[in-house]
């Protein structure tokens, strides 16, 4: 299919049904086969709109540039790139380079979950099977030529998506689940000043929330409301022992709390004291080896 593909010469086509609001859980905008040589081709994934949808390009031959969340990978033949829009990344073609690829674009609740849980897992540049990079060729094919229809649009845009799930999840198995739930603790670590509400945490993991709740308690063995708890306690107390110049105050503000009375009960529920206690009474040393919460386990 991919030959086949090739064979047709460059094509595109903007996936336009008839008019009304088909809200499906796959829908494809675009697809098709280009060839990039010596031109101006550059995409900012944050200066494509607001309307949500993803990019599933596989390069056929040449190669281009993806800057990824301040990462820079190199696409080259035999790699497949997957990004979402609005996001923070950028992909174009070098100067006197050649980018020979095919795509397919779409949005749709269901299809944007599927993507997220391949980013999550395995990032934006993919390794995939031969099959799977026919299967989608083949899909792009089908597009251009076959989507006639809302129904029939779906039908190929959401085949595609399953077959990129399958090749990944094949590959990752039971490891996906826990990639994604490291992703979430990298983001509430890196956000714990802010609120952390667990359906944005859902979101963050690309799972449902209910999923997202079972899959974050059997890997952490707490809750998500209550680890992100735990972890602001955790950097509270290191802040108390480690900036004596900060007021409890301001330390509240960066472990998350915007309320220092309600920062200074919550202290004293985990750690038995208030947060000046602690601060002076060097506790601090004494329960590194023991996180907080973990006191009340029998």
């Excluded at 088909?22 to 675009?30: E, F, K, N, Q, V």
């Excluded at 990344?89 to 674009?105: A, C, M, P, T, V």
């Excluded at 299967?135 to 990129?164: F, G, V």
């Amino acid at each position: 299919m991919l030959q086949r593909l090739i064979d047709g010469g460059p094509v595109t086509r903007t996936v336009s049904l008839p008019r009304g609001r088909h809200r499906l859980h796959a829908m494809p905008t675009s697809a098709g086969y280009e060839i990039r040589q010596d031109e101006v081709y550059d995409w900012d994934g944050r200066k494509r709109g607001q309307t949500p949808f993803t990019v599933l390009q596989h390069t056929i031959g040449g190669e281009g540039r993806l800057r990824y969340e301040n990462r820079n990978h190199r696409v080259g033949a035999g790699d497949t790139l997957l990004v979402l829009v609005p996001h923070n990344h950028r992909y174009w073609l070098e100067k006197n380079g050649r980018w020979d690829y095919f795509w397919i674009s779409m949005n749709g609740e269901e299809a944007l979950r599927i993507h997220r849980l391949v980013l999550a897992a395995a990032g934006p540049v993919l390794k995939l099977q031969q099959s799977t990079i026919d299967h989608l060729a083949d899909c792009s094919l089908q597009l251009i030529h076959e989507a006639n229809t809302p129904a029939r649009a779906s039908a190929i845009a959401y085949a595609a998506a399953m077959a990129l799930y399958d090749d990944v999840f094949s590959s990752h198995g039971v490891a996906t689940d826990q990639s994604a739930m490291q992703t979430v603790i990298d983001h509430i670590h890196a956000n714990l000043d802010k609120p952390l509400p667990v359906h944005e945490l859902a979101e963050v993991s690309g799972l449902s929330r209910a999923h997202f709740s079972r899959v974050f308690a059997e890997s952490e063995g707490l809750p998500p409301a209550e680890f992100v708890l735990q972890q602001r306690m955790q950097r509270a107390a290191t802040l108390l022992t480690k900036t004596a110049f900060l007021p409890v105050k301001e330390v509240a503000i960066m472990s998350g709390f915007d309320d220092a009375n309600y920062f200074s009960k919550a202290f004293r529920r985990v750690y038995g004291i208030n947060p000046t206690e602690f601060r002076t009474t060097g506790m601090y040393a004494s329960l590194r080896a023991t996180p907080p919460g973990a006191q009340s386990k029998p």
